[in-house]
């Protein structure tokens, strides 16, 4: 089982993290993908990617202390975080995605869209979302 868990450092995503451990402990043979997104825009560019891979040792840490197989991957492709996900998702052929809900309002999510929103209805293959 191929398990894809969009990461941005976030208590939603340290949830969504969790969740992967415990279904990567109860899948025989399960592998975990955590994927970082940056979308490559600017000049701080540099303090962007360093936080990231803060944030992607941590995630690896997590997994091997539960000795289940991991790989991190920063993705700066000029794609937005659900495009990445989305993409990397089809091209591993994953079985499972999951990604932490963050709690906005309305208008919040009329102006800013929704990573999770948009992975749970493009996504090649289930999403189980983490609150």
């Given at each position: 089982?191929?398990?894809?868990?969009?990461?941005?450092?976030?208590?939603?995503?340290?949830?969504?993290?969790?969740?992967?451990?415990?279904?990567?402990?109860?899948?025989?043979?399960?592998?975990?993908?955590?994927?970082?997104?940056?979308?490559?825009?600017?000049?701080?560019?540099?303090?962007?990617?360093?936080?990231?891979?803060?944030?992607?040792?941590?995630?690896?840490?997590?997994?091997?202390?539960?000795?289940?197989?991991?790989?991190?991957?920063?993705?700066?492709?000029?794609?937005?975080?659900?495009?990445?996900?989305?993409?990397?998702?089809?091209?591993?052929?994953?079985?499972?995605?999951?990604?932490?809900?963050?709690?906005?309002?309305?208008?919040?999510?009329a102006l800013f869209g929704s990573t999770s929103r948009h992975v749970i209805m493009e996504a090649p293959?289930?999403?189980?979302?983490?609150?």
């Amino acid at each position: 089982m191929k398990i894809v868990v969009g990461y941005d450092g976030s208590n939603a995503a340290k949830d969504a993290l969790r969740l992967a451990r415990t279904h990567g402990k109860a899948f025989d043979n399960a592998g975990v993908f955590v994927l970082r997104s940056i979308s490559g825009r600017s000049s701080e560019d540099a303090e962007d990617i360093k936080e990231a891979e803060g944030d992607l040792e941590y995630a690896q840490k997590l997994f091997d202390e539960a000795g289940i197989p991991c790989e991190t991957h920063l993705l700066v492709r000029g794609l937005s975080p659900a495009e990445d996900i989305i993409q990397f998702a089809e091209d591993n052929k994953s079985d499972e995605i999951i990604v932490g809900v963050r709690r906005r309002s309305r208008v919040g999510k009329a102006l800013f869209g929704s990573t999770s929103r948009h992975v749970i209805m493009e996504a090649p293959c289930p999403v189980v979302t983490v609150r």
